[in-house]
């Protein structure tokens, strides 16, 4: 069974940077296209970044690009999330996501593509 466990989270101030880290376990990690995904206080969970399983596909949401970096580490099994400049909007839950497919990143843009979630952390940008 795969499990993916979030770190790195915390309260920052605005213009600050944060890593955020997911470990995978159980599968096989490069059969796997990972994401991240942000849900705001009383918002809707949204798509933040993907990267397919070999990490030649890369894909990041217009509201973070040029802010954002999503990168992987297969021979540690680690997906990150390289937050720089940080916003009060990007406030809230990030949760790491796993995809059993070879679909390249600009498709796993949905949370509907995902089979395997972790548990979030919290990322909270203060003025």
């Known amino acids: 069974q795969v499990q993916l466990v979030e770190s790195g989270g915390g309260l920052v101030r605005v213009g600050d940077s944060l890593r955020l880290s997911c470990a995978m376990s159980g599968g096989t990690f490069t059969q796997y296209g990972m994401g991240w995904f942000h849900q705001p206080p009383g918002k809707e969970r949204e798509f933040v970044a993907s990267i397919g399983g070999t990490g030649r596909t890369i894909y990041v949401a217009d509201a973070v690009k040029g802010r954002f970096i999503i990168s992987r580490d297969n021979s540690e099994n680690m997906v990150y999330l390289q937050m720089e400049n940080l916003k009060v909007e990007d406030t809230g839950v990030y949760y790491c996501?796993?995809?059993?497919?070879?679909?390249?990143?600009?498709?796993?843009?949905?949370?509907?593509?995902?089979?395997?979630w972790g548990q979030g952390t919290q990322v909270t940008v203060s003025s």
């Open positions: 996501a796993a995809a059993d497919t070879i679909l390249a990143a600009m498709i796993l843009t949905t949370a509907a593509r995902y089979d395997y």
